[in-house]
């Protein structure tokens, strides 16, 4: 592979670090509150050097937007990446998605604008190639479930409707954390996550409840 230039690198490793700043500013303050001159300053650039990284302040945005999902998915595909178990392949998309948003509680905010709200713009920040990335990873939870509906580990029904349950399920969890005081660590809210989907997910004789033997 051929070796990236080294003023190619130190511009990428520029335009990263602008991207962390503006989107902390951004999460913390909102769209309109920030000035790309504070962005700036606050990352150690002089305006005209953050203005030919970006075209102005939507792009900037845009772009912030795109790096923190794009470790989203990045970082629960790569989760999920191997396990071959569907109950445990659904475990650690419930388990990564969580962790990540805890760890990046700041970012919450936006992604729920982008991702549920009213675009800023009469248009949303993410590209579609970045939704398509995220409903990838969605369509990989599908995968699993159909595989584990045809295995009889999990009772039968819609697979897409199911991971589209588990997202939602996961999303629900993490904007709770918005409204209340988020807690020390996701442990808790994981383990009731997946105790929640596997106990109605899995086959099982009626009236009997899901052990952790059921769930590997």
Do not use: C
Request: glycine residues 6%; aromatic residues 10%; charged residues 30%.
């Amino acid at each position: 592979m051929e070796k990236m230039p080294r003023r190619e690198r130190e511009r990428q490793e520029h335009v990263r670090h602008i991207l962390n700043v503006a989107g902390e500013m951004f999460a913390k303050r909102g769209f309109f509150k920030v000035k790309m001159k504070e962005i700036a300053e606050q990352a150690e650039f002089a305006l005209g050097t953050v203005y030919s990284f970006f075209k102005g302040k939507q792009n900037l945005y845009q772009q912030a937007i795109e790096q923190k999902v794009d470790e989203l998915v990045t970082s629960v595909s790569g989760a999920m990446a191997d396990e071959t178990s569907p109950t445990l392949i659904v475990k650690r998309f419930i388990e990564a998605k969580l962790r990540f948003f805890f760890d990046n509680l700041d970012f919450v905010r936006l992604y729920f604008v982008e991702m549920h709200g009213p675009p800023l713009y009469g248009e949303r920040a993410l590209s579609f190639a970045l939704e398509d990335k995220y409903r990838a990873l969605l369509d990989s939870v599908s995968e699993a479930i159909e595989r584990g509906m045809s295995e009889g580990i999990f009772a039968k029904g819609s697979p897409k409707d199911l991971a589209t349950a588990i997202d939602g399920q996961t999303s629900a969890v993490v904007f709770s954390w918005l409204r209340e005081i988020s807690p020390d660590s996701p442990e808790k809210e994981i383990e009731a996550a997946e105790r929640i989907f596997l106990n109605g997910a899995l086959t099982r004789p009626r009236g009997r409840a899901v052990s952790d033997g059921d769930q590997e």
